[in-house]
Structure formats: C-alpha cells, structure tokens
C-alpha cells in the first residue's frame, strides 16, 4: 500500500482508539493508534507519520507536552488535536503553538477529513 | 464373915488393895491408910494416886491400864509417900480375880516395901537374887568384868543373848562377843579410859555377836572402877540394843544419798543400782533389782540388779507386761504387790519358776513402783535363797525405797522428756525458716535463732540479753512498742498476742523492711515471756505490689480498651473481670449465671447464643463472634467475643475470652460510611463551572465515540460491496458508547439528587482526623507512611465540614498516588496544621513522590490537568475553587528533595462571632443556589 499516507492516533480513552482507526481507515489512511504519548514517542512511526490526531487531556505527557516535544525534536508532524473539554482558552494556545486544527468531541466525519487533508496539504507545502 | 476376914487383912502388915475391873480400887487395908496418912475414903477410887510419888505416876498408871487390858497378873515399881513425906519404893503386885466363865470380877493387889532391897541391890553387884531380880527388869545388858576383861557377873539379858548360863560365860572374856571391825575402837576407848585413871563412865557404840551369829548394834555405858592406885578393880558395862535405831539411820543415810543422787541428775541405772545395794546392805542375805516398764506398759525394760546373775534378769527384758511372766510383770500389770514366799510350792509363772529356782531363789517379793501421778513405772523386787515372808517391818522398808525409785524414775524419765524436748525445741529454734525470737516480761532477747541471725544482721549471742525495743525495733515504733508492752503487763490487753499482724522491722544495719508478725505468750509460771514470729516479706510484698499493679494496669487496660475478660472453667459457672461487669452494666461481684447473660443478650441474636452452645458441646475451642446487648435502658451495644478453650483435668474444656464493646467502633463505621457518600455527594455538587466542564468531558466522550462509529458504520455500508461485518461492529460499538453517555446521565441525576451542606465553625485538626482515619487502610495498602503534625490549640475556621475534608482528602490522595511508582525511597507522608499569618490557619500535605517543575506549578490547577485517570475525578481545581470560597488560598511548591507541598490557608473564625447564623443559613445545594446566595 505505498503511497496510502500514515494517520497516527494518540488518545487515552480506549474508545476513540477503537472508532477513529476504523473511520480512517474508511478514508483510505493506514492508521497507527497509541494509548499515550510516550508510547508513541517510543514507536517507529513518528518518522512516517503524515498527520497526528492528538487527545490535549491524558495522563502523563499531555498532548500539547507531545507538541512541545515533538517540535523540540524536529518532528514537524501537523497535528489535529482533540478534546472532550470544551475549554476555550485551549484551542488558541494549540493552534498558536501551531497546531492544524484543534476538534471538539464529538466531532463530524467531514470535520475530521478536513482537518486531515489541511495537515497533509500543510506536510505537503512545508515538505521537499 | 466379910468383917472377919477384912480385920484379918487389916491387921496384915503388908498393904492390901481390891479394885473393880474397870481399875476403880474398892478396898483397902487399914494399913495402906496408917502408912500413907490418907482415909480410907480419900484413898478409894483414884484417890490413892495422891501417894504415888510424881514422877512414877505416870508410868505406873500406865502399867496398870495396860495390865487391866491384858486381864493377866503383873508387878510394877513405884515410890509410895509415907504420912511423914519421905517416899519408899514399894512393888505393888496385882492379880486377876475370874469366874469359872474367864470374866474378871475384881482385881486383888499387894504393896511391899522394897527399898532398903533395891537400896542394896544398886550398890552391890553380884547381890543376891532380889538384887538379881532388879538387874533383870533393867531392858539392858548390864555385866561386870574382871579388869581382864572376863566376865564376872552378867544380868538375865546378856546369857540370853550369848545364848550361855552364867557359869558358861564366867571367864569367857567380853570381847569374844564383839564384832571384829569394832574390836580395835573398843579397846582403844577402855585405853584411853584406863589411862585417866578415873573411875569414869565413857560411851561407844559396838557390834555384839546374838548366839545365833547375828551382829547387833548396842550403845555401851562403861565405867572402869579403879582403887586408890588407879587399877582397874571391876569393869561396869551396860549396853543397850540400838541395831533398830542403826538400821533406822543407816536406811536415812542410804535414802538421803539415793535422794541427793537424784537431784544431782545421776543416771537413772546408778541410782537405781545404789538403791538395790542400799536395801542389800540393810538386810541381809537378800538381794533386788528393779524392772522397769515401756511407755505404752506392754513391755518389762532393764533397770537394775547390781547383784543378781544376769541369767536371771536378762531374760524377762522385753518380756510382755502379765500376769504369767513373772512376779514383776505380775505386780506391775496388776499395780500390787506380788509375795511369792516359796517358789519351790508356787504354782505360778511357769516360765519363770524353774529359772528362778535354776538360779537358787526361793523367795520373791515384788512391789509395783507406781509414779506420783498414777502411771506404774516399774517393780521393785527382793529376792531370798530360802522361803521367807516379810515382815512388817520389812514391808515398811521395801515401801520406803520404792517410793524413792518412784521419785529416781519419774524424775529421770522428766529429765529424759525434758531433754529430748530441749533437743527438739532447740532443732526446731534451729531449722526453723521463721525468725523466731524470745523475749522475757522486760522486753530482753532471751533466745534468737539462726534465722533470725540472717534476717536481722544480730549474733545471737551479740543480741542476747538486749532490749528488744533497741535492737530490731525501728526508732520510729520504739515509744510505741514500750507502752504497749507495758499495757500488756499491767492490764493484760493486747492488740499483738495471738494474732498475725503486718510491722516495720530493722536491720542490724539500719534498713527497715516488712515483717508478718505473731506473738504468743509462753505458758510457764512465773513472770511472763513472749515467742515472737517474724518473717521477712519484703519479696512478698513486692511481688504483691507487682501483681496489684499489673492487676491495675490489665483493669486499666481492659476500661481503656473496653474489653473484659471472662473464665469460665466449666459450662455455666463463669468469672469476670471489672471491665466485663462494666460492659454488661451489671453490679460488680454479681454472681454471674448463663440466666443472667441470656437476659441480656439481643432477642435477635439468642439464635446466635444457641449455635455458640451447640458448638461448645461439639468440642469446638475457638470462637469469635459478634452480637448484641441490650442493657437495662433499651440502648444496644455490640460486643466481640473472642474464646479459646483449653482442656481441663477434669475432661472438661476450660474457656478463656475477652468480650470487646465494639459499639463506638460500629457507630464510627457507620458514620464514616455516611460521611463518604456525603464527601462523594459534595465532591459532585461543588463547583457547577468545573462540573459542568468534567460532565462535557464525560458526555463528549462517549457522544465522540457514537458518531465516529456511526460515520464509519454509515461508510462501511456505502462501500461496494458494503462491509457488513465491519458495520455490524461498528454499530455495536455506538450502542455501547450511546449506554455509556446514559450512564453518565444518570450519575449526574444521582449527583445532583442529594442537597444539605452546611456551614459552621470547624476545627481543622478534627476534621483532617477524620479524613486520616477514613484513608488510613488505603494509605497502609499503599505502603505509605504518615505523619500527622497537628498544632494543639489551633484557632477554629467557618466552613463547610465536608468540604474542606473533601479538600485534604484529595490532597491526601493525590500525595499517595504521587508516591505509587516511589521504590528507591519512604513513601513519607506528612500532614501539618499551623497558625498563618493574618489570623490564618494553614494545613499543609507534603509527599516524596513524582514532583513537579516549578514552570508547571500554575498548571496544577488547571481543570483538565492530571496525572491519572480516575474517572470522573475532580482534581486540584475543585479543591482550590473550594478553598477561595472559604476565602483562603491554595498552592503547590516542589520539595527541595523529591515530591511536592500542597498547602491551603483559610483565615479564623473571627472572634466576635457567636455562632455562624448568617452562614449558617448559607447552604450549598446546587450551583444554582450558590449563584444566588453569593449575589
């Protein structure tokens, strides 16, 4: 399947990691999901992955701790943060530290493919 | 004729009488009245006494009463007055005159002068036979010697005596006669009689051999007759017989130093020997020996027979006490005296005669020898070679001597029992264990035993002799000690003698220790002496004070902890501590019955009582249960009873419990209970901002969930072929997300359903106890370990209760679960309360766990900043909303070390507020309401 852009998912809740794999999947992404941010800091896929869906509010290293660390690093991966929080002094902060987009729970299909392409389309116009 | 024949008498020369039978003279001559110038009628009865000269009257009557008794004729001496004063002696002879019958009717009596014969008789020896006649009457030997010593002339008395007519002995010299070991003293004192060439009378006590050979004892009067050149011309000799008055002194002797032996505490067998030769020497050919019986009179025991063969006396020791085994045996068993005058006819003691006749006795005489108190001690017996009976005389002897063996033994059997009682009095004073201390009627130490030496420090004979109150008397009780000692003797009270009392005493080196004293008076005449007691309970009271204390301390113990304890050594019979009475509230000593804990058992719980009883009649030992009691005034405790039963000797179990009012514990567990629903109740109802956003979060998530998997169920279907399996999935997963957000619903519904809060002056300490008691198995669990520095004295807060405890209780929580991965270190636990500044109290929660960096401490607060993911908890953020709505703040610092502080500080109560009515009227009940009541 080369050619099928990596979609990782970084989310606590066991739901979600159930659900949004099977919906991306649907999208025509190959999906990686990680039940936190360590887990996926330790994993092979950071360098593959095209776009990051990422929970703000977990145990340990929160999600914007990830996008910290991941810039930190270098990893220019475009994030897609969501949230079940409907907290509106976070998104700002997200999107200002440069997050793609910041979702609310729940969220549509089309939102969600949206938020994707635009990552991609970011990847892609920041890429070589 | 009568007239005829008394002129006939009147005109004889001699005097002639008549008297009645009775001695009442009735006649006499003319003569009798012409010679003694009496009448007639002045002479007649007793008249004619008048005549006799003085000093013969009463030895003449004498002999005339007794001649009248004798009813035989008889002639007596005596000097009659003659009518010019001058006295003669006179014989008067006197005859019975008796009917055919032998009855005297009248006594015929004649007076003859016979002075001018006696006159001659006197003075001239060898006179013929009226002078012979005199000599006779004389009761003595009475002989004339030749100055060779042979004999010349001698009185009736001494032929018979010498068993020889007067021809026989003339010429046979006197000394023949007299025994040899007297001999030399008697020729010494005629030498040295002679030698004074005097004519002298001198005296000497001598032996003379009687015709048949025995020795008597006289007392001699002798007198040599010299001439004028001082020969001897004639010995006079009278001797007269002193063998009784000899023996009578000899016996004296003997029993005096038989007496003096036996105050000299000779033996017994030495004084007893002495008293069979005593009685050996003082008659002769006999010999004795004396037996002796046991103390239970059943058996002879050796005395004394200095003289007999053994063969004859060692056989009847051990003999048995009878009338078959010998004359002693006899005499003693039946405590008389025994005569056997002639064994050889003799037909008792079967045994014993043929010995005793082996051994040449024929005559044996034995006398009981009874003490003065009754008992019979033995037999005193006599022994003869020939057939004998004795005399009375005798008798009286054997009676004199065994009363001294009576005295010999009883004293030395006294001795004997006093020694041995010395010895054990002196083995008991010795071994005793007891200090034992005699004192006598001054107060002085007259004995004092090895104990008592260890005891006290003293020397018995360095102590002796010392007054008590100086010695062993502490000085504090001496005054005491002397007055009432001298009570005791002057009026007999006493508050000590007879009784055991507890005292005070004092070592020879001054300490004092306690003594169990008893005093008892020693019954001996005299003044009276005290046998003191003591003993040193100086352990005993310690240990009394030991078991007193640990006896207190287990009572304490058992209030402190509510838990009494029972034993019950067989079913229904039961012994219960103080505490237990206590619990039970039944009066203390109250007889305990299984009626009386039935009546107080919960009606509920008498099937539970059943089971217990069943069990225990199945053999069952150990049990632990609870029930419930329900005392007089309805209220109802819960008790825990834990029993363990051990078997007894008598087959039984022997149970041992301890029963524990669990009431307080049962009531704090149900309040605890009711205050975690309320603290969950609060934590859900307290800030309706924070809440709003955590029910978002929890809605939000499983919403999320619904509609990612409905798109993707919707896209699966719409695929071609469309993915039936991966929708059918899919759908499952939206049903599963849509209950999950119901649930969530519904625990808000909960939530929001419960209402009350109030608010009043609290006190920190006692709220962050509680919260500490409510999470302290949890913390234990978590291997954390917690210390609670909790200022005393700490001014009181207003606020609501729960919810400042619901504040430390997450901060409690959140402190342990920061320590959960801690290994390398304590998981140390600290919770502080103090006064802050600005009238504020703080309470401080400080762990050793993950930490944090300073940057993130703003970030704590944050309401979706967590380190856990514990549903729908509320984190710091509620805790600080609640905190400022108490007016007060929160904050956080990182250690210097590992882990991190949380504080809060809310200000004092003021302390012009009486009550808290405008607060207190405050409730918080929903955000709503807390709007509308912070507006």
């Known amino acids: 399947?080369?050619?099928?852009?990596?979609?990782?998912?970084?989310?606590?809740?066991?739901?979600?990691?159930?659900?949004?794999?099977?919906?991306?999947?649907?999208?025509?992404?190959?999906?990686?999901?990680?039940?936190?941010?360590?887990?996926?800091?330790?994993?092979?896929?950071?360098?593959?992955?095209k776009c990051l869906i990422l929970d703000i509010a977990m145990p340990g290293m929160s999600g914007p701790d990830l996008q910290q660390e991941l810039k930190l690093r270098g990893q220019a991966i475009p994030i897609v943060f969501i949230t079940a929080h409907g907290d509106e002094t976070v998104r700002p902060r997200v999107l200002a530290a440069g997050a793609v987009e910041c979702l609310l729970k729940p969220f549509s299909d089309a939102a969600l493919r949206k938020a994707i392409d635009d990552a991609l389309q970011t990847d892609e116009g920041v890429g070589p | 004729m009568e007239n005829d024949l008394s002129s006939v008498v009147d005109s004889l020369p001699g005097l002639v009488w008549t008297a009645q039978p009775d001695g009442q003279v009735d006649f006499l001559n003319r003569h009798w009245s012409v010679y003694t110038g009496l009448s007639i009628d002045e002479a007649l009865g007793s008249g004619w006494q008048l005549a006799i000269h003085p000093g013969d009257r009463p030895g003449l009557l004498e002999r005339w009463r007794s001649m009248l008794a004798a009813g035989e004729a008889a002639s007596m001496e005596a000097r009659l007055r003659h009518l010019d004063g001058e006295y003669r002696w006179f014989?008067?002879?006197?005859?019975?005159?008796?009917?055919?019958?032998?009855?005297?009717?009248?006594w015929c009596g004649t007076g003859t002068d016979i002075d001018d014969l006696r006159r001659s008789a006197m003075g001239q020896p060898g006179g013929n036979d009226d002078h012979r006649s005199v000599a006779d009457i004389i009761p003595a030997m009475i002989a004339f010697l030749t100055p060779a010593g042979e004999f010349e002339n001698a009185n009736r008395h001494v032929l018979e005596y010498l068993g020889a007519t007067l021809e026989q002995l003339k010429g046979r010299r006197a000394s023949d006669a007299i025994h040899p070991d007297d001999l030399p003293s008697v020729i010494a004192a005629s030498e040295r009689a002679v030698a004074t060439g005097r004519s002298e009378p001198y005296d000497i006590d001598h032996r003379i051999r009687r015709a048949d050979g025995v020795y008597r004892w006289f007392h001699g009067r002798v007198m040599p007759l010299m001439d004028l050149q001082g020969r001897v011309v004639r010995w006079y000799i009278v001797n007269?017989?002193?063998?009784?008055?000899?023996?009578?002194?000899?016996?004296?002797?003997?029993?005096?130093?038989?007496?003096?032996?036996?105050?000299?505490?000779?033996?017994?067998?030495?004084?007893?020997?002495?008293?069979?030769?005593?009685?050996?020497?003082?008659?002769?050919?006999?010999?004795?020996?004396?037996?002796?019986?046991?103390?239970?009179?059943?058996?002879?025991?050796?005395?004394?027979?200095?003289?007999?063969?053994?063969?004859?006396?060692?056989?009847?020791?051990?003999?048995?006490?009878?009338?078959?085994?010998?004359?002693?045996?006899?005499?003693?068993?039946?405590?008389?005296?025994?005569?056997?005058?002639?064994?050889?006819?003799?037909?008792?003691?079967?045994?014993?005669?043929?010995?005793?006749?082996?051994?040449?006795?024929?005559?044996?005489?034995?006398?009981?020898?009874?003490?003065?108190?009754?008992?019979?001690?033995?037999?005193?017996?006599?022994?003869?070679?020939?057939?004998?009976?004795?005399?009375?005389?005798?008798?009286?002897?054997?009676?004199?001597?065994?009363?001294?063996?009576?005295?010999?033994?009883?004293?030395?059997?006294?001795?004997?029992?006093?020694r041995r009682s010395e010895a054990r009095k002196a083995a008991i004073l010795d071994a005793a264990l007891d200090c034992i201390i005699t004192i006598d009627h001054e107060g002085c130490v007259t004995e004092f035993n090895p104990a008592a030496e260890r005891a006290f420090g003293y020397r018995r004979d360095d102590i002796v002799g010392k007054q008590l109150a100086d010695t062993i008397i502490p000085p504090s009780l001496r005054e005491k000690h002397r007055q009432g000692f001298a009570r005791y003797l002057a009026t007999g009270e006493t508050k000590l003698i007879g009784r055991r009392v507890e005292m005070t005493a004092m070592h020879v080196e001054g300490s004092e220790f306690p003594v169990e004293l008893a005093i008892s008076r020693i019954l001996l005449e005299g003044p009276p002496s005290f046998t003191c007691y003591l003993r040193n309970i100086t352990e005993r009271k310690q240990s009394e004070e030991r078991l007193r204390r640990s006896e207190a301390l287990l009572a304490e113990a058992q209030h402190l902890s509510s838990t009494g304890s029972f034993f019950c050594p067989r079913p229904g019979e039961f012994t219960w501590s103080t505490e237990l009475y206590r619990i039970f509230e039944f009066e203390q000593q109250m007889p305990i019955t299984f009626e009386l804990i039935m009546s107080r058992y919960h009606r509920e719980d008498i099937p539970l009582l059943n089971d217990v009883i069943d069990q225990v009649n199945r053999g069952v030992i150990d049990f632990d249960y609870e029930h419930r009691i329900v005392m007089p005034d309805q209220s109802v405790k819960y008790v825990r009873v834990v029993a363990h039963g051990n078997p007894s000797k008598d087959g039984h179990f022997e149970y041992v419990g301890a029963v524990q009012d669990v009431t307080e514990r049962r009531r704090s567990e149900a309040a605890l209970a009711k205050a975690r629903s309320e603290l969950a109740h609060v934590a859900r109802t307290t800030s309706l901002g924070v809440l709003t956003a955590a029910i978002a979060h929890e809605v939000n998530q499983p919403l999320s969930g619904i509609i990612t998997n409905a798109s993707t169920c919707l896209r699966m279907l719409a695929a071609e072929p469309p993915n039936i399996d991966g929708a059918r999935e899919t759908a499952r997963r939206t049903i599963r997300d849509g209950n999950r957000a119901s649930d969530v619903i519904r625990r808000l519904h909960a939530l929001f359903s419960k209402k009350d809060t109030a608010i009043g002056p609290l006190d920190l300490n006692s709220a962050a106890r509680e919260v500490i008691a409510l999470l302290m198995s949890d913390l234990q669990r978590s291997r954390v370990i917690l210390r609670a520095e909790l200022f005393t004295d700490l001014p009181l807060v207003v606020g609501d209760r729960v919810q400042i405890q619901q504040v430390i209780l997450n901060l409690v929580r959140n402190a342990s679960d920061a320590m959960s991965d801690v290994d390398d270190r304590p998981r140390q636990l600290s919770i502080k309360t103090e006064r802050d500044e600005d009238d504020h109290v703080r309470l401080t929660v400080q762990d050793a766990g993950v930490g944090f960096s300073p940057q993130d401490a703003d970030r704590l607060f944050d309401a979706f900043y967590t380190t856990k993911d514990s549903g729908m908890g509320i984190g710091l953020s509620v805790s600080r909303s609640i905190i400022e709505r108490h007016q007060g703040r929160l904050w956080a610092l990182p250690n210097d070390g590992p882990g991190a502080t949380v504080s809060f500080s809310i200000p004092c109560r003021p302390t012009n507020m009486k009550g808290t009515p405008e607060l207190g009227a405050m409730r918080i009940v929903s955000g709503e309401e807390k709007a509308m009541s912070n507006q």
């Open chain 1, 1 to 49: 399947m080369i050619g099928r852009p990596l979609v990782s998912v970084v989310d606590d809740d066991e739901s979600v990691r159930e659900s949004l794999p099977d919906l991306l999947r649907e999208f025509g992404f190959a999906v990686q999901a990680f039940s936190s941010a360590a887990e996926f800091l330790a994993s092979d896929s950071i360098g593959q992955t």
């Open chain 2, 91 to 106: 014989q008067f002879r006197a005859r019975p005159l008796a009917e055919a019958s032998g009855h005297i009717v009248k």
């Open chain 2, 240 to 418: 007269i017989d002193i063998e009784d008055r000899k023996r009578a002194e000899t016996l004296l002797a003997g029993e005096k130093q038989l007496l003096e032996m036996v105050a000299r505490r000779q033996s017994m067998s030495e004084i007893l020997k002495a008293l069979c030769r005593l009685v050996e020497n003082a008659v002769t050919d006999c010999y004795c020996s004396v037996v002796l019986v046991d103390p239970d009179y059943t058996h002879l025991e050796a005395g004394a027979a200095p003289s007999l063969p053994p063969g004859l006396t060692n056989p009847m020791i051990d003999r048995p006490v009878h009338v078959d085994t010998g004359p002693c045996a006899m005499a003693i068993f039946l405590n008389e005296q025994v005569i056997a005058s002639d064994i050889a006819l003799d037909t008792r003691w079967d045994a014993w005669r043929p010995m005793a006749m082996a051994h040449g006795v024929r005559a044996c005489w034995a006398t009981p020898i009874a003490s003065a108190t009754g008992p019979v001690l033995g037999a005193f017996a006599v022994y003869y070679g020939e057939p004998r009976t004795p005399t009375p005389q005798e008798l009286g002897l054997i009676d004199q001597l065994t009363h001294i063996a009576s005295i010999a033994i009883s004293r030395a059997q006294g001795d004997d029992a006093l």
